[in-house]
């Protein structure tokens, strides 16, 4: 089957030298050619499955389940939080939002201030819902301000990107803590210790510092409407309880996760299940469009509400199906074993523990894509190393938790799906994704690794 391990059909070197190779062939076919990024991607990861000699009978099952995986996670999240931009832009709501946020903290502060917003909200939702719902706000921001549209979406990213990396209940912290035996409420404040001043040194200044370089107007990925629709324009209060409403049902579940972990709720009591699927993020996002369609129609039809949703999902299906096929690159990449037998090389070469797991995931995720199973598959490597060495206090568990979760956020480039949605939704070809994305995110991932080895180091 596609989803077992694959024995590495090569020594790491040599899978690690064809995996440059198709990525440096992709970056070709994409720059120089011109080939569209999605036949360019499944072009590429075919010919990485045949190089990597995975049976020819693997081999489109293989390519199926990194793009079908991909998609199952990515398209509920991008079509439903589409549908409430959408709805929030035609309805007046972004406009609202944003000028309450210039208001309140300066035309001057407004990249900050998308940044704490994004903080906030980026405690219980994923990254790819959080930065979709946040994006029409951003886009008004920067219709009135003016200015390069990176100037306030790169903060605001930066922010989803190290919550969902570094602080609990995000799944990828979670995991790595519970194999590496943290404590998951003080990795909760570690994280959020080195979270913030992480993201104010490589996403909010890095941000603001990009957006004088690279001067991009607002795009058109979730729509072409740039003013509000006449009708009934919502309350401050409304859009507020609209962008609430899906982190307090995500937070339902990760929230109870955290504490069935931890013992004080029965993780199989029927109300604690029931809980945790209506705040499931596709569940969550689902009520939240419901709940939109009705508290922003502003006197407008139900035709009329239903075809604004429907316009919302067309903008999208391109970003949608490249962001799958980036899956379906990474997978081939973790299907061929390259990831795994790069790791279990580097964690032989006697670095300190810290340092070994930050290069291990780091290795992992320049090699397969996937944060989360960088993120994963490092903690379980380490794991054995960890528990064989004396003297690790509770707070250098977390640290480690840290620094895998810093190595799994560097360097996110083109077999990473990640890297295809910002990059096509703020409208940036690959060369200008590679120089304002994958550096700030490099940056996020270093300067979290040497708060944490810096800790390890002082406590």
């Not at 579940?253 to 955290?258: A, C, F, K, Q, S």
């Not at 960890?386 to 083109?414: F, K, N, P, Q, Y």
Request: proline share 5%; with cysteine; aromatic share 8%.
């Amino acid at each position: 089957m596609a989803d077992e391990p694959v024995e590495p059909a090569y020594s790491a070197p040599v899978l690690l030298l064809i995996a440059l190779a198709a990525v440096l062939v992709l970056l070709f076919l994409i720059i120089k050619l011109k080939m569209h990024a999605f036949v360019a991607l499944v072009l590429v990861s075919l010919i990485t499955a045949l190089a990597t000699r995975i049976p020819f009978g693997d081999v489109v099952p293989t390519l199926l389940d990194g793009f079908g995986t991909t998609l199952a996670s990515v398209a509920l999240l991008v079509g439903l939080g589409a549908m409430i931009g959408r709805l929030l832009e035609v309805s007046g709501g972004a406009q609202v939002l944003a000028d309450t946020l210039i208001r309140r903290f300066g035309e001057h502060r407004a990249p900050l201030a998308l940044g704490v917003a994004s903080l906030l909200f980026g405690f219980p939702i994923f990254f790819d819902a959080g930065l979709v719902v946040m994006l029409p706000i951003i886009f008004s921001v920067a219709r009135r301000l003016g200015g390069s549209v990176l100037t306030y979406a790169l903060p605001a990213a930066g922010a989803f990107a190290v919550m969902h990396a570094f602080v609990p209940p995000h799944p990828g912290p979670v995991a790595a803590g519970e194999l590496l035996g943290a404590d998951l409420g003080l990795l909760l404040i570690v994280g959020l210790v080195i979270a913030i001043p992480t993201w104010y040194l490589g996403g909010y200044l890095f941000g603001t510092f990009t957006g004088r370089r690279f001067d991009l107007p607002v795009p058109d990925s979730l729509g072409e409407q740039t003013s509000h629709e006449p009708g009934r324009l919502p309350s401050f209060g409304t859009v507020l309880f609209i962008l609430l409403l899906p982190l307090v049902l995500i937070f339902m579940d990760t929230g109870l996760n955290t504490l069935g972990t931890a013992g004080a709720v029965d993780p199989d009591a029927t109300w604690v299940n029931g809980l945790r699927m209506v705040g499931k993020t596709p569940i969550a996002l689902l009520i939240t469009v419901l709940v939109a369609s009705v508290l922003l129609a502003g006197g407008r039809s139900r035709a009329r509400i239903e075809t604004i949703l429907n316009d919302a999902l067309g903008p999208v299906c391109a970003i949608i199906l490249v962001t799958g096929a980036g899956g379906m690159f990474g997978g081939v990449l973790r299907a061929s074993g390259i990831g795994e037998a790069l790791a279990g090389s580097l964690e032989q070469t006697g670095l300190p523990v810290i340092v070994a797991a930050f290069v291990v995931s780091t290795a992992l995720r320049v090699a397969q894509g996937s944060a989360t199973v960088a993120l994963t598959t490092t903690a379980g490597l380490m794991a054995p190393t960890v528990a064989a060495t004396s003297g690790l206090s509770a707070l250098d568990l977390c640290l480690i938790v840290i620094a895998i979760a810093c190595g799994a956020t560097v360097l996110s480039h083109v077999n990473d799906s990640g890297f295809w949605l910002v990059g096509r939704f703020l409208g940036m070809d690959e060369k200008t994704t590679l120089k304002t994305w994958t550096v700030m995110e490099t940056i996020l991932g270093t300067v979290g690794f040497i708060f944490a080895f810096v800790l390890s180091l002082v406590f």
